[in-house]
Protein backbone atom coordinates (compact mmCIF):
# COMPACT_ATOMS: atom_id res chain seq x y z
CA UNK A 1 0.00 0.00 0.00
CA UNK A 2 2.70 2.21 1.06
CA UNK A 3 5.02 1.19 -2.27
CA UNK A 4 1.41 1.82 -4.55
CA UNK A 5 0.52 5.54 -2.53
CA UNK A 6 4.66 6.77 -3.02
CA UNK A 7 4.56 5.50 -6.87
CA UNK A 8 1.38 7.48 -7.41
CA UNK A 9 2.60 10.71 -6.72
CA UNK A 10 5.52 9.98 -8.50
CA UNK A 11 3.62 8.91 -11.75
CA UNK A 12 1.39 11.51 -11.59
CA UNK A 13 4.77 14.19 -11.46
CA UNK A 14 6.35 12.36 -14.10
CA UNK A 15 2.71 12.61 -16.60
CA UNK A 16 2.33 15.98 -15.70
CA UNK A 17 5.50 16.65 -17.53
CA UNK A 18 4.75 14.88 -19.96
CA UNK A 19 1.01 15.72 -20.49
CA UNK A 20 2.69 19.73 -20.82
CA UNK A 21 4.70 18.31 -23.84
CA UNK A 22 1.89 16.30 -25.29
CA UNK A 23 -0.22 19.34 -25.44
CA UNK A 24 2.63 20.80 -28.14
CA UNK A 25 2.28 17.60 -30.26
CA UNK A 26 -1.67 17.57 -30.31
CA UNK A 27 -2.28 20.86 -31.18
CA UNK A 28 0.15 21.11 -33.83
CA UNK A 29 -1.43 17.45 -35.11
CA UNK A 30 -4.74 19.37 -34.87
CA UNK A 31 -4.35 22.22 -37.00
CA UNK A 32 -1.65 21.68 -39.87
CA UNK A 33 -1.53 17.39 -39.50
CA UNK A 34 1.74 17.04 -39.10
CA UNK A 35 3.25 15.66 -36.16
CA UNK A 36 6.32 17.94 -35.09
CA UNK A 37 9.20 15.60 -34.67
CA UNK A 38 10.95 18.13 -33.06
CA UNK A 39 9.04 19.57 -30.57
CA UNK A 40 10.73 16.83 -27.98
CA UNK A 41 14.16 18.74 -28.72
CA UNK A 42 12.03 21.73 -28.05
CA UNK A 43 11.74 20.63 -24.08
CA UNK A 44 15.08 19.78 -24.11
CA UNK A 45 16.43 22.91 -25.34
CA UNK A 46 13.74 25.02 -22.94
CA UNK A 47 14.75 22.99 -20.01
CA UNK A 48 18.55 24.64 -20.93
CA UNK A 49 17.65 28.21 -21.12
CA UNK A 50 15.66 27.21 -17.97
CA UNK A 51 19.45 26.08 -16.50
CA UNK A 52 21.45 28.85 -17.59
CA UNK A 53 19.05 31.33 -16.40
CA UNK A 54 18.77 29.80 -12.96
CA UNK A 55 22.71 29.70 -12.52
CA UNK A 56 22.43 33.58 -13.54
CA UNK A 57 19.56 34.15 -10.99
CA UNK A 58 21.36 31.92 -7.93
CA UNK A 59 25.18 32.46 -8.84
CA UNK A 60 25.61 35.81 -10.52
CA UNK A 61 22.58 38.08 -9.31
CA UNK A 62 22.67 36.03 -5.61
CA UNK A 63 18.69 35.90 -5.54
CA UNK A 64 18.30 33.55 -2.43
CA UNK A 65 14.72 32.73 -2.35
CA UNK A 66 14.21 29.74 -4.63
CA UNK A 67 10.59 30.48 -5.64
CA UNK A 68 11.63 33.62 -6.90
CA UNK A 69 14.28 32.49 -9.11
CA UNK A 70 11.89 29.47 -10.01
CA UNK A 71 9.02 31.92 -11.10
CA UNK A 72 11.83 34.69 -13.17
CA UNK A 73 13.41 31.11 -14.72
CA UNK A 74 9.29 30.17 -15.77
CA UNK A 75 8.32 33.21 -17.33
CA UNK A 76 11.87 34.02 -18.98
CA UNK A 77 11.98 30.42 -20.44
CA UNK A 78 8.76 30.69 -21.85
CA UNK A 79 9.23 33.59 -23.71
CA UNK A 80 12.44 32.97 -25.13
CA UNK A 81 11.22 28.79 -26.23
CA UNK A 82 8.03 30.63 -27.45
CA UNK A 83 10.49 32.13 -29.59
CA UNK A 84 12.33 29.62 -31.03
CA UNK A 85 8.84 27.70 -31.28
CA UNK A 86 7.99 30.67 -33.78
CA UNK A 87 11.10 30.73 -35.69
CA UNK A 88 10.73 26.93 -36.34
CA UNK A 89 7.53 26.97 -37.69
CA UNK A 90 8.49 30.21 -39.94
CA UNK A 91 11.90 28.90 -41.31
CA UNK A 92 11.46 25.36 -41.36
CA UNK A 93 7.79 24.46 -41.98
CA UNK A 94 6.11 27.38 -43.00
CA UNK A 95 7.70 27.45 -46.61
CA UNK A 96 6.96 23.82 -47.08
CA UNK A 97 3.53 24.22 -46.76
CA UNK A 98 0.94 23.14 -49.80
CA UNK A 99 3.88 20.77 -50.70
CA UNK A 100 3.50 16.90 -50.06
CA UNK A 101 2.39 15.63 -46.66
CA UNK A 102 6.05 14.46 -45.87
CA UNK A 103 7.95 17.35 -46.44
CA UNK A 104 6.65 19.21 -43.37
CA UNK A 105 6.97 16.04 -41.19
CA UNK A 106 11.12 15.71 -42.97
CA UNK A 107 11.39 19.20 -42.26
CA UNK A 108 10.93 17.95 -38.52
CA UNK A 109 13.16 15.11 -38.26
CA UNK A 110 15.75 18.05 -39.35
CA UNK A 111 14.96 20.46 -37.13
CA UNK A 112 14.95 17.68 -34.34
CA UNK A 113 18.50 16.64 -34.89
CA UNK A 114 19.86 19.97 -35.63
CA UNK A 115 18.63 21.53 -32.10
CA UNK A 116 19.62 18.75 -30.63
CA UNK A 117 23.46 18.83 -31.87
CA UNK A 118 23.35 23.05 -31.68
CA UNK A 119 22.82 21.90 -28.10
CA UNK A 120 25.71 19.75 -27.77
CA UNK A 121 28.29 22.10 -29.57
CA UNK A 122 26.66 24.97 -27.65
CA UNK A 123 26.64 23.52 -24.00
CA UNK A 124 28.72 20.08 -24.24
CA UNK A 125 28.23 16.45 -24.51
CA UNK A 126 28.04 15.92 -20.54
CA UNK A 127 25.33 15.84 -18.36
CA UNK A 128 24.61 19.40 -16.92
CA UNK A 129 23.56 19.45 -13.12
CA UNK A 130 22.19 22.18 -11.39
CA UNK A 131 22.55 22.60 -7.31
CA UNK A 132 19.31 20.36 -5.91
CA UNK A 133 17.06 23.37 -5.63
CA UNK A 134 14.33 22.38 -3.46
CA UNK A 135 14.79 19.48 -1.31
CA UNK A 136 12.26 19.79 1.79
CA UNK A 137 9.81 16.75 1.94
CA UNK A 138 6.02 15.83 3.82
CA UNK A 139 6.56 12.80 5.01
CA UNK A 140 2.67 11.47 4.46
CA UNK A 141 3.45 8.15 6.21
CA UNK A 142 5.63 5.79 7.49
CA UNK A 143 5.08 2.09 8.03
CA UNK A 144 6.31 -0.52 10.33
CA UNK A 145 8.91 -1.46 8.21
CA UNK A 146 10.35 1.49 7.90
CA UNK A 147 9.07 2.57 4.38
CA UNK A 148 7.70 6.24 4.23
CA UNK A 149 5.64 7.65 1.88
CA UNK A 150 6.86 11.11 1.49
CA UNK A 151 5.48 14.40 -0.75
CA UNK A 152 8.22 16.69 -1.80
CA UNK A 153 7.84 20.40 -2.21
CA UNK A 154 9.13 19.49 -5.62
CA UNK A 155 6.19 17.67 -7.01
CA UNK A 156 3.43 19.89 -5.41
CA UNK A 157 5.34 22.61 -7.37
CA UNK A 158 5.17 20.72 -10.72
CA UNK A 159 1.67 19.18 -9.97
CA UNK A 160 -0.07 22.62 -9.42
CA UNK A 161 2.09 24.33 -11.69
CA UNK A 162 0.73 21.67 -14.85
CA UNK A 163 -2.30 22.58 -13.10
CA UNK A 164 -2.75 26.28 -13.18
CA UNK A 165 -1.11 26.33 -16.59
CA UNK A 166 -3.72 23.69 -17.99
CA UNK A 167 -6.67 25.83 -16.45
CA UNK A 168 -5.55 29.38 -17.89
CA UNK A 169 -4.57 27.34 -21.00
CA UNK A 170 -8.10 25.78 -21.42
CA UNK A 171 -9.89 28.87 -20.89
CA UNK A 172 -7.64 30.78 -23.35
CA UNK A 173 -8.51 27.76 -26.01
CA UNK A 174 -12.24 27.65 -24.97
CA UNK A 175 -12.99 31.29 -24.06
CA UNK A 176 -11.59 33.73 -26.23
CA UNK A 177 -11.61 34.94 -29.74
CA UNK A 178 -8.02 33.53 -30.17
CA UNK A 179 -8.78 30.17 -28.78
CA UNK A 180 -11.87 30.02 -31.38
CA UNK A 181 -9.61 30.74 -34.12
CA UNK A 182 -7.59 28.36 -33.33
CA UNK A 183 -10.04 25.72 -33.20
CA UNK A 184 -11.36 27.16 -36.20
CA UNK A 185 -8.46 27.05 -38.28
CA UNK A 186 -7.82 23.13 -36.99
CA UNK A 187 -11.55 22.00 -38.14
CA UNK A 188 -11.91 24.20 -41.41
CA UNK A 189 -8.53 26.39 -42.26
CA UNK A 190 -10.25 27.40 -46.00
CA UNK A 191 -13.69 28.50 -44.21
CA UNK A 192 -11.80 30.12 -40.99
CA UNK A 193 -9.65 32.59 -43.78
CA UNK A 194 -13.09 33.30 -45.75
CA UNK A 195 -14.29 35.03 -42.26
CA UNK A 196 -11.36 37.47 -41.91
CA UNK A 197 -9.12 34.76 -39.80
CA UNK A 198 -5.23 35.12 -40.47
CA UNK A 199 -4.56 31.39 -40.75
CA UNK A 200 -0.94 31.75 -41.08
CA UNK A 201 -0.77 33.93 -37.89
CA UNK A 202 -2.66 30.97 -36.12
CA UNK A 203 -0.74 28.31 -37.12
CA UNK A 204 2.37 30.20 -35.81
CA UNK A 205 0.51 31.03 -32.69
CA UNK A 206 -0.34 27.79 -32.04
CA UNK A 207 3.75 26.63 -32.51
CA UNK A 208 3.95 29.46 -29.69
CA UNK A 209 1.90 28.20 -27.21
CA UNK A 210 3.27 24.57 -28.08
CA UNK A 211 6.43 25.65 -27.43
CA UNK A 212 5.33 27.60 -24.10
CA UNK A 213 4.34 24.50 -22.68
CA UNK A 214 7.12 22.41 -23.44
CA UNK A 215 9.27 25.70 -21.94
CA UNK A 216 7.35 24.82 -18.79
CA UNK A 217 7.62 21.12 -18.93
CA UNK A 218 11.12 21.62 -19.44
CA UNK A 219 11.81 24.07 -16.12
CA UNK A 220 9.71 21.41 -13.77
CA UNK A 221 11.75 18.48 -15.67
CA UNK A 222 15.25 20.37 -14.15
CA UNK A 223 13.72 20.83 -11.20
CA UNK A 224 12.66 17.22 -10.78
CA UNK A 225 15.94 15.46 -11.98
CA UNK A 226 18.57 18.50 -11.87
CA UNK A 227 20.10 17.56 -14.72
CA UNK A 228 19.58 17.87 -18.35
CA UNK A 229 21.81 16.73 -21.26
CA UNK A 230 21.34 17.23 -25.39
CA UNK A 231 19.92 13.82 -25.97
CA UNK A 232 16.84 14.21 -22.99
CA UNK A 233 14.63 15.68 -26.03
CA UNK A 234 14.29 12.58 -27.29
CA UNK A 235 12.55 9.90 -25.23
CA UNK A 236 10.67 12.42 -23.13
CA UNK A 237 9.80 13.41 -26.64
CA UNK A 238 8.38 10.30 -28.05
CA UNK A 239 6.87 9.81 -24.63
CA UNK A 240 4.79 12.59 -25.09
CA UNK A 241 3.69 11.89 -28.10
CA UNK A 242 2.34 8.64 -27.07
CA UNK A 243 0.61 10.46 -24.98
CA UNK A 244 -1.03 12.68 -27.15
CA UNK A 245 -1.33 9.52 -29.35
CA UNK A 246 -3.15 7.33 -26.24
CA UNK A 247 -5.53 9.99 -25.27
CA UNK A 248 -6.70 10.40 -28.75
CA UNK A 249 -4.11 13.34 -30.64
CA UNK A 250 -5.93 16.24 -31.82
CA UNK A 251 -7.87 16.66 -28.16
CA UNK A 252 -6.33 18.56 -25.49
CA UNK A 253 -7.66 16.57 -22.11
CA UNK A 254 -6.71 13.69 -24.00
CA UNK A 255 -3.08 14.58 -23.87
CA UNK A 256 -3.02 15.29 -20.31
CA UNK A 257 -4.85 12.09 -19.81
CA UNK A 258 -2.49 10.19 -21.66
CA UNK A 259 0.38 11.68 -20.13
CA UNK A 260 -0.42 11.05 -16.94
CA UNK A 261 -1.17 7.39 -17.81
CA UNK A 262 2.10 6.90 -19.45
CA UNK A 263 3.59 8.48 -16.62
CA UNK A 264 1.50 6.30 -14.13
CA UNK A 265 1.99 3.01 -16.07
CA UNK A 266 5.70 3.64 -15.91
CA UNK A 267 6.25 4.25 -12.79
CA UNK A 268 4.24 1.20 -11.59
CA UNK A 269 5.77 -1.06 -13.83
CA UNK A 270 8.98 0.53 -12.13
CA UNK A 271 7.91 -0.08 -8.67
CA UNK A 272 6.35 -4.11 -9.41
CA UNK A 273 8.37 -5.80 -11.80
CA UNK A 274 11.34 -4.33 -13.61
CA UNK A 275 13.16 -0.80 -14.55
CA UNK A 276 14.58 -2.14 -17.61
CA UNK A 277 11.33 -2.72 -18.80
CA UNK A 278 9.02 -0.08 -18.13
CA UNK A 279 9.26 2.04 -21.87
CA UNK A 280 8.18 -1.58 -23.54
CA UNK A 281 5.16 -1.40 -20.69
CA UNK A 282 4.08 1.89 -21.75
CA UNK A 283 4.51 1.18 -25.51
CA UNK A 284 2.61 -2.19 -25.19
CA UNK A 285 -0.45 -0.60 -23.23
CA UNK A 286 -0.14 2.07 -25.91
CA UNK A 287 -0.38 -0.63 -28.65
CA UNK A 288 -3.22 -2.46 -26.78
CA UNK A 289 -5.46 0.56 -26.12
CA UNK A 290 -4.90 1.45 -30.59
CA UNK A 291 -5.73 -2.13 -31.32
CA UNK A 292 -9.30 -1.19 -29.33
CA UNK A 293 -9.88 2.45 -29.58
CA UNK A 294 -7.89 3.34 -32.80
CA UNK A 295 -8.86 7.21 -32.11
CA UNK A 296 -7.42 7.22 -28.66
CA UNK A 297 -9.24 7.48 -25.36
CA UNK A 298 -10.84 10.85 -25.84
CA UNK A 299 -9.71 10.91 -29.25
CA UNK A 300 -13.45 11.61 -31.44
CA UNK A 301 -14.38 8.89 -34.18
CA UNK A 302 -15.48 11.12 -37.30
CA UNK A 303 -19.06 11.14 -37.13
CA UNK A 304 -20.52 14.52 -38.50
CA UNK A 305 -24.08 14.93 -40.59
CA UNK A 306 -23.71 16.45 -43.98
CA UNK B 1 -22.31 40.97 -73.99
CA UNK B 2 -24.15 43.83 -75.61
CA UNK B 3 -27.04 43.29 -73.42
CA UNK B 4 -24.95 43.42 -70.01
CA UNK B 5 -22.96 46.44 -70.89
CA UNK B 6 -26.77 47.83 -71.63
CA UNK B 7 -27.36 47.55 -68.12
CA UNK B 8 -24.50 48.29 -66.57
CA UNK B 9 -24.82 51.52 -68.25
CA UNK B 10 -27.91 52.04 -66.16
CA UNK B 11 -25.68 52.46 -63.25
CA UNK B 12 -22.28 53.76 -64.77
CA UNK B 13 -21.92 57.15 -62.87
CA UNK B 14 -20.73 54.69 -60.14
CA UNK B 15 -18.30 51.84 -60.49
CA UNK B 16 -19.70 48.87 -59.74
CA UNK B 17 -19.20 47.44 -55.78
CA UNK B 18 -17.47 44.72 -57.21
CA UNK B 19 -16.41 44.15 -60.86
CA UNK B 20 -14.82 40.84 -62.55
CA UNK B 21 -12.68 41.18 -65.43
CA UNK B 22 -11.34 38.70 -67.51
CA UNK B 23 -10.87 36.38 -64.84
CA UNK B 24 -9.15 33.16 -65.83
CA UNK B 25 -8.55 30.76 -63.14
CA UNK B 26 -6.45 27.20 -63.19
CA UNK B 27 -6.83 24.14 -61.47
CA UNK B 28 -3.20 22.49 -62.08
CA UNK B 29 -3.28 22.54 -65.83
CA UNK B 30 -7.23 22.51 -65.99
CA UNK B 31 -8.74 25.75 -66.81
CA UNK B 32 -11.68 26.36 -64.86
CA UNK B 33 -12.57 29.87 -65.63
CA UNK B 34 -11.65 31.12 -68.77
CA UNK B 35 -11.91 35.02 -69.06
CA UNK B 36 -15.19 35.90 -66.56
CA UNK B 37 -16.59 38.84 -66.58
CA UNK B 38 -19.46 39.92 -63.75
CA UNK B 39 -20.26 43.17 -62.16
CA UNK B 40 -22.35 43.35 -59.18
CA UNK B 41 -23.82 47.03 -58.15
CA UNK B 42 -24.02 48.13 -54.71
CA UNK B 43 -27.51 47.77 -53.63
CA UNK B 44 -28.42 44.96 -56.16
CA UNK B 45 -29.58 41.27 -56.05
CA UNK B 46 -27.58 39.46 -59.15
CA UNK B 47 -27.47 35.65 -59.61
CA UNK B 48 -25.20 33.27 -62.03
CA UNK B 49 -26.88 30.42 -63.02
CA UNK B 50 -25.27 27.34 -64.63
CA UNK B 51 -24.98 23.58 -64.78
CA UNK B 52 -23.34 21.43 -62.53
CA UNK B 53 -19.48 22.29 -63.23
CA UNK B 54 -20.16 25.20 -64.87
CA UNK B 55 -17.41 27.06 -62.52
CA UNK B 56 -19.91 28.75 -60.25
CA UNK B 57 -18.61 28.19 -56.93
CA UNK B 58 -14.82 28.21 -58.50
CA UNK B 59 -15.93 32.03 -59.61
CA UNK B 60 -17.25 32.56 -55.56
CA UNK B 61 -13.70 31.05 -54.51
CA UNK B 62 -12.03 33.04 -57.36
CA UNK B 63 -13.17 36.99 -55.34
CA UNK B 64 -11.78 35.68 -52.10
CA UNK B 65 -8.19 34.54 -53.66
CA UNK B 66 -8.48 30.61 -53.11
CA UNK B 67 -7.67 29.49 -55.80
CA UNK B 68 -6.28 32.76 -56.67
CA UNK B 69 -7.12 34.20 -60.43
CA UNK B 70 -4.06 33.13 -63.04
CA UNK B 71 -5.44 36.24 -65.24
CA UNK B 72 -7.42 39.19 -65.55
CA UNK B 73 -8.30 41.61 -62.22
CA UNK B 74 -11.20 41.74 -59.41
CA UNK B 75 -12.18 45.07 -58.10
CA UNK B 76 -14.02 45.06 -54.66
CA UNK B 77 -14.87 49.11 -53.87
CA UNK B 78 -12.56 50.74 -56.03
CA UNK B 79 -9.69 48.28 -54.77
CA UNK B 80 -7.89 45.76 -56.17
CA UNK B 81 -8.06 42.40 -54.59
CA UNK B 82 -7.03 39.92 -57.35
CA UNK B 83 -3.49 39.46 -55.40
CA UNK B 84 -4.72 40.04 -51.68
CA UNK B 85 -4.93 37.47 -49.22
CA UNK B 86 -8.34 35.55 -48.45
CA UNK B 87 -8.48 36.96 -44.81
CA UNK B 88 -7.66 40.48 -46.22
CA UNK B 89 -10.42 40.52 -48.71
CA UNK B 90 -13.01 38.96 -46.01
CA UNK B 91 -12.13 42.15 -43.48
CA UNK B 92 -13.27 44.42 -46.76
CA UNK B 93 -16.63 43.60 -45.65
CA UNK B 94 -17.57 40.80 -48.18
CA UNK B 95 -18.92 37.65 -46.29
CA UNK B 96 -19.16 33.85 -48.16
CA UNK B 97 -21.59 31.11 -47.61
CA UNK B 98 -19.73 28.52 -49.27
CA UNK B 99 -20.44 25.46 -51.35
CA UNK B 100 -21.21 23.03 -48.77
CA UNK B 101 -21.72 25.13 -45.99
CA UNK B 102 -18.60 24.46 -44.07
CA UNK B 103 -20.08 24.68 -40.30
CA UNK B 104 -17.53 24.27 -37.78
CA UNK B 105 -19.50 20.75 -37.05
CA UNK B 106 -17.35 20.47 -33.46
CA UNK B 107 -18.13 24.39 -32.56
CA UNK B 108 -21.84 25.27 -31.11
CA UNK B 109 -23.93 27.44 -33.04
CA UNK B 110 -23.38 30.61 -30.85
CA UNK B 111 -19.43 29.95 -31.68
CA UNK B 112 -20.35 29.64 -35.18
CA UNK B 113 -21.99 32.99 -35.16
CA UNK B 114 -19.27 34.74 -32.98
CA UNK B 115 -16.24 33.27 -35.89
CA UNK B 116 -18.85 34.82 -38.11
CA UNK B 117 -18.60 38.43 -36.02
CA UNK B 118 -14.89 38.01 -35.64
CA UNK B 119 -13.99 40.54 -38.28
CA UNK B 120 -15.44 43.53 -36.90
CA UNK B 121 -14.31 42.08 -33.46
CA UNK B 122 -17.52 41.53 -31.86
CA UNK B 123 -18.38 44.95 -31.95
CA UNK B 124 -22.50 44.67 -32.86
CA UNK B 125 -22.26 41.09 -31.37
CA UNK B 126 -25.68 41.33 -29.53
CA UNK B 127 -27.61 43.49 -31.90
CA UNK B 128 -26.69 41.04 -34.83
CA UNK B 129 -26.86 37.88 -32.93
CA UNK B 130 -30.88 38.71 -31.93
CA UNK B 131 -31.22 40.01 -35.84
CA UNK B 132 -30.27 36.61 -37.01
CA UNK B 133 -32.06 34.75 -34.14
CA UNK B 134 -35.16 36.81 -35.84
CA UNK B 135 -34.66 36.05 -39.02
CA UNK B 136 -33.64 32.35 -38.15
CA UNK B 137 -36.01 31.55 -35.23
CA UNK B 138 -34.77 27.36 -35.63
CA UNK B 139 -31.18 28.98 -34.53
CA UNK B 140 -32.31 30.28 -31.83
CA UNK B 141 -33.73 27.14 -30.32
CA UNK B 142 -29.96 25.17 -31.16
CA UNK B 143 -27.82 28.25 -30.09
CA UNK B 144 -26.06 25.96 -27.58
CA UNK B 145 -25.63 22.90 -29.93
CA UNK B 146 -22.80 21.74 -31.59
CA UNK B 147 -22.77 22.72 -35.69
CA UNK B 148 -22.29 18.61 -36.85
CA UNK B 149 -25.96 18.13 -35.18
CA UNK B 150 -28.01 20.31 -37.03
CA UNK B 151 -29.90 18.99 -40.05
CA UNK B 152 -29.09 20.22 -43.93
CA UNK B 153 -31.64 22.98 -43.62
CA UNK B 154 -30.50 24.19 -39.96
CA UNK B 155 -26.98 24.25 -41.28
CA UNK B 156 -27.63 26.59 -44.67
CA UNK B 157 -29.70 28.62 -42.11
CA UNK B 158 -26.21 29.07 -39.92
CA UNK B 159 -23.97 29.22 -42.96
CA UNK B 160 -26.33 32.36 -44.02
CA UNK B 161 -26.54 33.91 -40.40
CA UNK B 162 -22.78 33.60 -39.42
CA UNK B 163 -21.85 35.25 -43.17
CA UNK B 164 -24.51 38.48 -41.89
CA UNK B 165 -22.58 38.58 -38.72
CA UNK B 166 -20.07 40.79 -40.07
CA UNK B 167 -22.42 43.22 -41.99
CA UNK B 168 -20.93 42.35 -44.94
CA UNK B 169 -21.52 44.89 -47.72
CA UNK B 170 -20.99 41.92 -50.18
CA UNK B 171 -22.83 38.67 -49.31
CA UNK B 172 -22.47 35.71 -51.77
CA UNK B 173 -24.39 33.01 -51.65
CA UNK B 174 -23.35 29.45 -52.65
CA UNK B 175 -26.06 27.20 -53.73
CA UNK B 176 -28.37 28.01 -50.74
CA UNK B 177 -31.09 26.13 -51.77
CA UNK B 178 -29.27 23.07 -52.27
CA UNK B 179 -30.61 20.04 -50.80
CA UNK B 180 -33.67 21.80 -48.99
CA UNK B 181 -37.50 21.29 -48.92
CA UNK B 182 -38.97 23.89 -51.03
CA UNK B 183 -40.85 25.91 -47.83
CA UNK B 184 -37.13 26.55 -46.92
CA UNK B 185 -35.80 27.36 -49.63
CA UNK B 186 -38.83 30.16 -50.04
CA UNK B 187 -38.24 31.19 -46.75
CA UNK B 188 -34.61 31.58 -47.60
CA UNK B 189 -35.27 33.52 -50.64
CA UNK B 190 -37.99 35.63 -48.63
CA UNK B 191 -34.50 36.71 -45.79
CA UNK B 192 -32.48 37.08 -49.25
CA UNK B 193 -35.19 39.72 -50.91
CA UNK B 194 -35.66 41.23 -47.27
CA UNK B 195 -32.31 41.71 -46.28
CA UNK B 196 -31.79 43.73 -49.49
CA UNK B 197 -35.10 45.80 -49.79
CA UNK B 198 -34.39 46.67 -45.79
CA UNK B 199 -30.68 46.98 -45.33
CA UNK B 200 -29.64 47.68 -48.67
CA UNK B 201 -27.45 44.33 -48.60
CA UNK B 202 -25.88 43.38 -52.17
CA UNK B 203 -26.05 39.97 -53.01
CA UNK B 204 -24.25 37.86 -55.69
CA UNK B 205 -26.31 34.27 -55.58
CA UNK B 206 -25.02 31.50 -57.05
CA UNK B 207 -27.71 29.09 -58.14
CA UNK B 208 -29.05 25.77 -59.53
CA UNK B 209 -32.47 26.86 -59.07
CA UNK B 210 -32.40 29.12 -61.40
CA UNK B 211 -35.90 29.65 -61.65
CA UNK B 212 -36.38 30.68 -57.78
CA UNK B 213 -32.58 32.50 -58.32
CA UNK B 214 -34.06 34.91 -61.68
CA UNK B 215 -36.81 35.80 -60.02
CA UNK B 216 -35.66 37.11 -56.77
CA UNK B 217 -32.28 38.83 -58.62
CA UNK B 218 -32.21 42.03 -60.36
CA UNK B 219 -29.65 40.85 -62.96
CA UNK B 220 -28.22 37.84 -64.17
CA UNK B 221 -25.92 35.60 -65.87
CA UNK B 222 -25.65 32.16 -67.30
CA UNK B 223 -22.76 30.37 -66.96
CA UNK B 224 -21.58 27.19 -68.95
CA UNK B 225 -18.33 25.35 -68.83
CA UNK B 226 -16.26 28.32 -67.48
CA UNK B 227 -17.57 31.08 -69.64
CA UNK B 228 -20.41 33.95 -69.43
CA UNK B 229 -23.10 33.19 -72.34
CA UNK B 230 -25.86 35.43 -71.40
CA UNK B 231 -26.56 38.05 -69.51
CA UNK B 232 -29.67 39.91 -68.42
CA UNK B 233 -32.02 41.30 -65.50
CA UNK B 234 -33.91 38.50 -64.17
CA UNK B 235 -37.09 38.93 -65.96
CA UNK B 236 -35.36 38.69 -69.45
CA UNK B 237 -33.67 35.80 -68.32
CA UNK B 238 -36.20 34.23 -67.29
CA UNK B 239 -38.04 34.44 -70.81
CA UNK B 240 -35.53 33.59 -73.08
CA UNK B 241 -35.99 30.56 -74.90
CA UNK B 242 -32.51 29.10 -74.67
CA UNK B 243 -32.24 29.94 -70.56
CA UNK B 244 -35.55 28.23 -70.69
CA UNK B 245 -34.91 25.09 -72.58
CA UNK B 246 -31.78 24.59 -70.50
CA UNK B 247 -32.56 25.44 -67.27
CA UNK B 248 -36.02 25.72 -66.53
CA UNK B 249 -37.86 23.02 -68.76
CA UNK B 250 -39.05 20.10 -66.22
CA UNK B 251 -38.15 22.38 -63.48
CA UNK B 252 -41.03 24.79 -61.76
CA UNK B 253 -42.97 27.58 -63.64
Known amino acids: MDIFLQQLINGLTLGSIYGLIAIGYTMVFGIIGMVNFAHGDVFMLSAFIALIFFLILTTWLGISSIVLALLIVLVLSMILTSLWGWAIE ?71 TTAVLLTIFWYLVQKTSLGRAQRACEQDRKMASLLGIDVDKTISLTFVIGAALASVAGTMYLLYYGVVSFADGFVPGVKAFTAAVLGGIGSLPGAVLGGLIIGLIETFWSAYFSIEYKDVAAFSILAIVLIFMPSGILGRPEVEKV | MSMAEQNIGVKAAREPLLSVRGVKTYYGNIIALKGVDIDVNEGEIVTLIGANGAGKSTLMMTIFGNPRAREGTIRFAGQDITKMPTHEIARL ?49 RLQQRGGTLSGGEQQMLAIARALMSRPKLLLLDEPSLGLAPLIVKQIFDIIKELNKKDGMTVFLVEQNAYHALRLAHRGYVMVTGNITMSGTGKELLENPQVRAAYLEGGHH
Open chain 2, 93 to 141: SIAQSPEGRRIFARMTVFENLQMGASINGMAHFNEDLERVCTLFPRLKE
Open chain 1, 90 to 160: RIAYRPLRGSFRLAPLISAIGVSIFLSNFVQVAQGARNKPTAPMVRDVIVLYQSEAGYTVALSYKQIIIML
